[in-house]
């Protein structure tokens, strides 16, 4: 349970914080330490409300109790939310400054995708807590839908689509190696370091070598 619980809130830090910097936003390390702290304190929010529900079908914790555990999950993911809406709309403004219009198109998609995943996660968090089946023992069986089926599935759309948006093109790859030609000899490694020709010679040369080295035995 611990290391599943520990899975599920490192997979939706690590999603807030590769949103929250974006290579396009620039130089954050003045708001690095903070964005970390708020990042710790959600997964330590989320870590105690996943104990909590799962306490609740062992314990009979009342529907009171439960809510008040998400109180601090729902105010904190709210503030991320926000932060990375924000720090998602300066990169776009950057780009636009830039007039790159391949990233800016990837950017803004990606903005798109966090919004609607922010409203998933919240009706995923909002269906843990109203659990159907935890009143109703019949339908116990899927109990797994609600408690985990739900926002990992989010989680698998939401990442495919961001590796669909991502895809590396030929117009986002930025920059590239290439070997310059002057006066007709290419600076930089050569297509072929060692040529057949060059080798037997070199062979040949070796042998010829040795064998004037050596005595002849009587």
């Not at 690590?14 to 964005?35: C, H, T």
């Not at 609607?116 to 159907?132: E, S, T, Y």
């Not at 093109?169 to 297509?191: C, F, H, K, M, N």
């Amino acid at each position: 349970f611990l290391m599943t619980t520990l899975a599920f809130t490192w997979k939706a830090v690590a999603m807030l914080e590769m949103l929250m910097f974006p290579p396009q936003r620039g130089n954050v390390e003045d708001i690095s330490l903070k964005a970390h702290a708020v990042l710790l304190a959600f997964m330590m929010a989320v870590f105690n409300f996943k104990v909590v529900l799962a306490f609740r079908n062992c314990h009979n914790i009342q529907m009171m109790q439960v809510c008040l555990n998400a109180v601090p999950v729902v105010l904190i993911f709210a503030t991320l939310v926000a932060w990375t809406q924000s720090t998602l709309g300066a990169a776009i403004e950057k780009l636009e400054e830039q007039n790159d219009q391949t990233q800016l198109a990837i950017y803004q998609k990606l903005r798109i995708v966090a919004g609607v995943g922010a409203l998933g996660a919240g009706l995923c968090g909002a269906l843990q807590i109203l659990d159907p089946t935890v009143a109703d023992h019949k339908l116990w069986g899927y109990h797994f839908l609600p408690s985990e089926g739900a926002f990992q599935s989010l989680f698998a759309v939401l990442l495919s689509t961001c590796m669909v948006i991502c895809l590396p093109s030929q117009d986002s790859q930025g920059y590239e190696y290439a070997a310059t030609q002057v006066q007709g000899e290419a600076i930089g490694a050569p297509s072929s370091v060692w040529d057949d020709d060059d080798c037997e010679g070199a062979k040949e040369g070796a042998a010829n070598k040795s064998g004037g080295d050596l005595m002849p035995v009587e």
